[in-house]
Every structure is written in structure tokens, then in C-alpha cells.
């Protein structure tokens, strides 16, 4: 393969299979969550009625990309990645030798209790600006950090509010309650069976 053939493989595959994930849990987080669903119906709503947003529009759907930051908060797509130390180092305590491996959990910092108010909770409103002030930077890092942080990003956020706002705009999903939905860890944390909806138009 070409340099450049290389690169587009690694956008495809990087940007595809967690993009996908984040939103599977997103429509779980929102079927489990209908509270959640109405407040994201009057925001896509109110900013766009029946048409297609545009990017100016992004700015606007605030609540929508909180929801996406929140479903990537309980469900990172990537919950676990790691970093190599160049030099020794002291962590918490613990001796970091030159060269070792360390492992990073996004699944577990982003459930932390010493970061997050019920953690457990599925609640968009602690990504509003106000409410994200005092949070340490790397409590959240669904994107990783660093110089080797995810390029797709801010990519990934706009085109999940594009796709939740259309979605929502043409359908109610709801869960198919009889399908169990249950997190599996692999490269990426995905559903291990999918999460099954009913769609049905609005
Ligand atoms: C919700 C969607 C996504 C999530 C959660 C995600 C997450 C991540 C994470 C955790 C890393 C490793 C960062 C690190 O080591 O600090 C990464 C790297 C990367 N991501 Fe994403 N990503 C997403 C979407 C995308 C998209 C849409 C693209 C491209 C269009 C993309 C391209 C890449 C590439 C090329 C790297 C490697 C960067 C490097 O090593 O310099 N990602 N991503």
C-alpha cells in the first residue's frame, strides 16, 4: 500500500468502529433515560424545526453534544489505552521504571466518585461550561491526551450531533426492551450484541 493509502485506511478504521460504538450507547443511554430524550427533542427541535442542520448550526445544539459527551463518559469507546514512560517516574506512590508500560483507564477514571457526582447516573448537565469549570483536565479523556491525542475529534463530536439531530428529527427510538444489552471489552467497549431499537416516525 502507498503512505497515503495507509492513511486513509487508519481514518477509516480509527474514526469508524468508535464513532459507531459511542453512538450505539448514546441511543441506549436515551432509550434508558426519556427524561433526557424530551429536553434533546426541544433543543433539535427549537434550532432547527424540520430542516437539515448546518455547521452553523452546531454551536446551537449545545444539549446534544452533551449527550454525546456523557455517553462517551460511561461508555468510552476506547477504555483503555496506554503510554510508555521515557524516563523513571513516581506514581501515587508507585515506581514507575524507564520504558514500562502504563496503562490508562478512561472506564474507570470516568466513573471515579472523587471526579464525577453519582457517577453512575446518566446526566448530560455536567458538561454544561459552568458545571465543567472545577473538573480536573484528565478526568475526562475519551480522546486520549498529549501529543498522541485522537485527531478525529472534535471530527467525531460534530458529525454525532449532525447524526443524532437527524435521526431524531425523523424518528422515536425506543429500546427493544427484550433484547438484553450488555458491555463487552474489546479493542473498543462495544454492546455485545448490539443495542436492537424500535424505530417508529415522527
Ligand atoms: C467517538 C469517536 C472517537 C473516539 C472515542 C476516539 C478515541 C481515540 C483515542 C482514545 C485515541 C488514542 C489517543 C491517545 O493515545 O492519546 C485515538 C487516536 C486516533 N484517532 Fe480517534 N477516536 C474517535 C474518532 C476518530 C475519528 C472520526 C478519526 C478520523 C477521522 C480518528 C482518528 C484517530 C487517529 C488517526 C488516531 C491516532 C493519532 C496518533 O497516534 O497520533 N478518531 N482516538
Redesign the pocket.
Known amino acids: 500500500m502507498t503512505g497515503s493509502c495507509d492513511e486513509v485506511m487508519?481514518?477509516i478504521g480509527?474514526?469508524y468502529e468508535?464513532?459507531t460504538q459511542?453512538l450505539g450507547w448514546t441511543w441506549y443511554l436515551l432509550g434508558r433515560n426519556p427524561s433526557v430524550e424530551t429536553k434533546l427533542r426541544k433543543e433539535i427541535e427549537s434550532v432547527l424545526g424540520k430542516r437539515a442542520p448546518t455547521f452553523a448550526d452546531l454551536s446551537g445544539l449545545e444539549y446534544t453534544r452533551m449527550v454525546f459527551q456523557e455517553a462517551?463518559r460511561l461508555y468510552?469507546?476506547?477504555w483503555a489505552?496506554s503510554r510508555v514512560a521515557i524516563k523513571r517516574d513516581e506514581i501515587g506512590g508507585f515506581y514507575v521504571p524507564p520504558k514500562s508500560e502504563v496503562l490508562l483507564f478512561p472506564f474507570i477514571t470516568h466513573r471515579h466518585a472523587e471526579f464525577w457526582d453519582a457517577p453512575e447516573e446518566f446526566s448530560p448537565e455536567r458538561f454544561s461550561a459552568e458545571n465543567s469549570i472545577n473538573r480536573p483536565k484528565f478526568a475526562y479523556f475519551?480522546?486520549?491526551?498529549?501529543a498522541?491525542?485522537?485527531?478525529?475529534?472534535h471530527?467525531?463530536q460534530m458529525?454525532?450531533q449532525i447524526i443524532i439531530a437527524m435521526v431524531l428529527q425523523k424518528f422515536c427510538v425506543s429500546l427493544d426492551e427484550k433484547h438484553e444489552v450488555e458491555a463487552e471489552t474489546s479493542v473498543t467497549l462495544r454492546p455485545r450484541n448490539g443495542v436492537k431499537v424500535v424505530l417508529e416516525k415522527v
Open positions: 487508519t481514518l480509527a474514526g468508535t464513532t459511542a462517551m468510552p469507546p476506547i489505552f475519551p480522546f486520549g491526551g498529549g498522541r491525542q485522537c485527531i478525529g475529534n471530527f467525531a458529525e454525532a
